[in-house]
């Protein structure tokens, strides 16, 4: 059965902190691996990887991928209170993604 | 594009009742899936379509729970009798198929029901 953890499950910090989120996979014909900002509604898109190595950048986000370890990282640098969310990884084949529970991130002012 | 578009935003219903949930997805996408939201098991995917093709509803809790996508354009999630434990948030997300190198696996998402049954 496919299987996406995430951690930490929570985690509180001060603006300006840079904070890491963690996610491990382990999913049959693994294509690629996406990550998503959840505010009070709908999941929105982040980042989509399918190359290890390579890192994305937004903006003070990063993401990185590690398909012989199979996990990835998100981070976020100079945190601000606007970055305060629910972030989901989600790992997937050609065709369905399997989403972990989630990092709720609360950042404080 | 104006997204993926989902109604009603909220439904509040008592038990026994019909639920009837409605998306509509992005013009062009050609998946389409229905993911259910809780604070004890987080997003799982119901079911998913492509080309308005039924393709696995192994996600589906129980007979109560159907799912149709008579076009394109629309799908409706129905729950027959609801039961106070299908209350939930539930999400509608499409996508594109892979196909060259239009980004693949993007799954756009619709604002979700909060759905309530007393």
Known sequence: EDKVVQSPLSLVVHEGDTVTLNCSYEVTNFRSLLWYKQE??????????????IEKKSGRLSSILD???LFSI????????????VYLCAAGSARQLTFGSGTQLTVLP | DAGVIQSPRH????????VT???KPISGHDYLFWYRQTMMRGLELLIYFNNNVPIDDSGMPEDRFSAK?????FSTLKIQPSEPRDSAVYFCASSLAPRGLA???????????RLSVL
């Open chain 1, 67 to 69: 398909k012989k370890e």
């Open chain 2, 69 to 73: 996508m008579p076009n394109a354009s």
């Open chain 2, 21 to 23: 949930l409605r998306c």
């Open chain 2, 103 to 113: 980004p693949k696996n993007i799954q756009y998402f619709g604002a979700g029901t």
């Open chain 2, 11 to 18: 439904e509040v219903t008592e038990m026994g009742q019909e």
């Open chain 1, 40 to 53: 009070k509604k709908a999941p929105t898109f982040l980042f989509m990887l399918t190359s290890s190595g």
């Open chain 1, 74 to 85: 998100l981070n976020i640098t100079a945190t601000q209170t606007g970055d305060s969310a």
